[in-house]
């Protein structure tokens, strides 16, 4: 285990079962899911100028189960099984577990006085299961914050500790190198962040099949999208494996191994990728949405774009990426699922930082999507349901037209290889968004209404003619 904190955890399998027997989480009510989201709350935790992580010490045991269920907890130690014991604490390992950790947690900041209302809510927000991800703007806050923070957290025996920031102070000393937060890389010195990439070099002699392909791509935490340009192409040959037709640990052909062979090498380039930690917001802010697709994938990706005194600022908050289906669907109606996709995104992100009145701008190469998105008409289902969908999330106005090669989301939408993507530097956003919004794109739609209209639906003439004569028995 890669822990400073904890060498060795116990984990219990309560989901081992016999045939026609059930396992102890099958008996269990597993609670509903109070856990917050990890982009969520990697969101948040880039909003403070001042990036303070730490966690709670064997968050599980410190749990108590109640004399009752504990009969329910029994468990033989393998050196000894004449005696039967039983856990007397939260089981790790135990479907419930998560669920009743976060339910004491938000027991006990509900239960705060109400001086510590907005430590509370920032707290509130802060918490993936037993980690912290929090801070602050103004460094003669953070070692106040931190002693308040444990002495409140330790009222109801929570020792929050192991706490690491980007800024030394009382209860913190110096670090430098890499810290892990949610399965990202934190750069102590640089306040950046990056995806952890710890890969071999693939010997020709490995056997490339469909099962490698996926244990390989799965491997690549990407929460929050740094990466998806480049976790895109082994998606889609993965994709294409499956029209051939042939087992999970079958070699595949000499073609595809070659194409799988040549992306997996230059994986270790994606060290360099780094992303700022602190993405900076004030009451000017904007978030700025680009969507596009392609014949194999479609994309959106979302920047925050913030006015300061020393320049102004983009930076990337989340991007997402989805192959498209193996069902043929136009380019227009992929781009149509893109503008979808942006407007889910922005929202979770809206919602996630408490900023629903934040100025929105969504930015999209397809004139016909845009026309459907903007535009009253009679068109197909699938059609109408996504712009149905756009519109309750957003407004049509706030829909803009920008020429693909200024469209910073094309890349994402095809995909490419470590080296192209390290040279593109796309998650820095596009330059001319840094410029007056007078040298933006104009944002003009000139589509030709026939193109529009090849989805409008579909109508047939149906003559019905009825004999009086045929009703008369039935009188």
Same mark, same amino acid.
């Given at each position: 285990?890669?822990?400073?904190?904890?060498?060795?955890?116990?984990?219990?399998?309560?989901?081992?079962?016999?045939?026609?027997?059930?396992?102890?989480?099958?008996?269990?009510?597993?609670?509903?899911?109070?856990?917050?989201?990890?982009?969520?709350?990697?969101?948040?935790?880039?909003?403070?100028?001042?990036?303070?992580?730490?966690?709670?010490?064997?968050?599980?045991?410190?749990?108590?189960?109640?004399?009752?269920?504990?009969?329910?907890?029994?468990?033989?130690?393998?050196?000894?099984?004449?005696?039967?014991?039983?856990?007397?604490?939260? +089981?790790?390992?135990?479907?419930? %577990?998560?669920?009743?950790?976060? =339910? *004491?947690? /938000?027991? $006990? #900041?509900? !239960?705060?006085?109400?001086?510590?209302?907005?430590?509370?809510?920032?707290?509130?927000?802060?918490?993936?299961?037993?980690?912290?991800?929090?801070?602050?703007?103004?460094?003669?806050?953070?070692?106040?914050?931190?002693?308040?923070?444990?002495?409140?957290?330790?009222?109801?025996?929570?020792?929050?500790?192991?706490?690491?920031?980007? +800024?030394?102070?009382?209860?913190? %000393?110096?670090?430098?190198?890499? =810290? *892990?937060? /949610?399965? $990202? #890389?934190? !750069?102590?010195?640089?306040?950046?962040?990056?995806?952890?990439?710890?890969?071999?070099?693939?010997?020709?002699?490995?056997?490339?099949?469909?099962?490698?392909?996926?244990?390989?791509?799965?491997?690549?935490?990407?929460?929050?999208?740094?990466?998806?340009?480049?976790?895109?192409?082994?998606?889609?040959?993965?994709?294409?494996?499956?029209?051939?037709?042939?087992?999970?640990?079958?070699?595949?052909?000499?073609?595809?191994?070659?194409?799988?062979?040549?992306?997996?090498?230059?994986?270790?380039?994606?060290?360099?990728?780094?992303?700022?930690?602190?993405?900076?917001?004030?009451?000017?802010?904007?978030?700025?949405?680009?969507?596009?697709?392609?014949?194999?994938?479609?994309?959106?990706?979302?920047?925050?774009?913030?006015?300061?005194?020393?320049?102004?600022?983009?930076?990337?908050?989340?991007?997402?990426?989805?192959?498209?289906?193996?069902?043929?669907?136009?380019?227009?109606?992929?781009?149509?699922?893109?503008?979808?996709?942006?407007?889910?995104?922005?929202?979770?992100?809206?919602?996630?930082?408490?900023?629903?009145?934040?100025?929105?701008?969504?930015?999209?190469?397809?004139?016909?999507?845009?026309?459907?998105?903007?535009?009253?008409?009679?068109?197909?289902?699938?059609?109408?349901?996504?712009?149905?969908?756009?519109?309750?999330?957003?407004?049509?106005?706030?829909?803009?037209?920008?020429?693909?090669?200024?469209?910073?989301?094309?890349?994402?939408?095809?995909?490419?290889?470590?080296?192209?993507?390290?040279?593109?530097?796309?998650?820095?956003?596009?330059?001319?968004?840094?410029?007056?919004?007078?040298?933006?794109?104009?944002?003009?739609?000139?589509?030709?209404?026939?193109?529009?209209?090849?989805?409008?639906?579909?109508?047939?003439?149906?003559?019905?003619?009825?004999?009086?004569?045929?009703?008369?028995?039935?009188?």
């Amino acid at each position: 285990m890669h822990s400073v904190t904890t060498r060795i955890r116990t984990v219990f399998d309560a989901s081992a079962s016999e045939k026609g027997k059930p396992s102890l989480n099958h008996c269990l009510f597993k609670g509903i899911n109070m856990i917050e989201l990890i982009p969520d709350v990697i969101d948040r935790f880039r909003t403070y100028l001042i990036g303070l992580s730490g966690d709670i010490e064997k968050a599980f045991l410190m749990l108590s189960v109640a004399n009752q269920d504990g009969e329910f907890l029994r468990f033989f130690y393998p050196c000894d099984e004449e005696l039967v014991y039983r856990h007397c604490r939260v +089981v790790f390992g135990v479907s419930c %577990s998560p669920f009743l950790l976060n =339910a *004491s947690i /938000l027991y $006990l #900041l509900d !239960n705060f006085p109400p001086e510590f209302h907005d430590m509370v809510e920032q707290l509130k927000g802060s918490f993936y299961v037993d980690n912290c991800l929090t801070g602050v703007n103004d460094p003669c806050d953070q070692a106040s914050f931190i002693e308040r923070t444990q002495t409140l957290m330790s009222r109801r025996g929570f020792n929050l500790r192991g706490w690491v920031s980007n +800024v030394a102070c009382e209860f913190i %000393s110096k670090h430098s190198g890499d =810290a *892990s937060v /949610l399965g $990202l #890389l934190w !750069n102590l010195d640089a306040d950046k962040l990056r995806c952890s990439i710890d890969f071999e070099v693939l010997s020709c002699e490995t056997v490339i099949s469909k099962r490698l392909i996926l244990s390989l791509v799965q491997k690549i935490f990407n929460p929050i999208g740094i990466l998806c340009a480049v976790t895109l192409p082994p998606k889609i040959l993965l994709q294409d494996t499956w029209k051939l037709k042939v087992g999970c640990d079958i070699e595949l052909p000499p073609d595809v191994s070659k194409k799988f062979f040549k992306w997996v090498n230059e994986l270790y380039l994606l060290k360099e990728v780094c992303l700022p930690r602190f993405m900076p917001f004030n009451e000017g802010s904007e978030l700025h949405v680009f969507v596009d697709a392609s014949r194999v994938a479609y994309s959106a990706c979302v920047f925050v774009r913030t006015v300061l005194e020393a320049g102004t600022s983009v930076s990337l908050i989340r991007a997402k990426t989805r192959v498209a289906p193996l069902k043929p669907l136009t380019i227009p109606r992929l781009e149509l699922m893109a503008c979808c996709i942006g407007a889910r995104l922005v929202n979770s992100i809206r919602d996630a930082l408490n900023l629903p009145n934040i100025k929105v701008t969504f930015w999209s190469d397809s004139e016909v999507a845009l026309w459907w998105i903007k535009e009253h008409g009679d068109w197909s289902i699938f059609v109408t349901n996504r712009v149905q969908e756009i519109r309750q999330l957003t407004q049509f106005q706030l829909w803009r037209h920008v020429p693909g090669v200024l469209n910073i989301a094309d890349m994402l939408s095809r995909g490419c290889s470590a080296s192209l993507f390290l040279d593109s530097r796309c998650w820095e956003g596009p330059t001319w968004l840094k410029d007056a919004p007078e040298n933006w794109p104009k944002g003009e739609i000139c589509c030709e209404a026939l193109a529009a209209h090849t989805e409008s639906k579909k109508s047939e003439l149906v003559i019905l003619n009825v004999d009086n004569d045929c009703f008369l028995g039935i009188v």
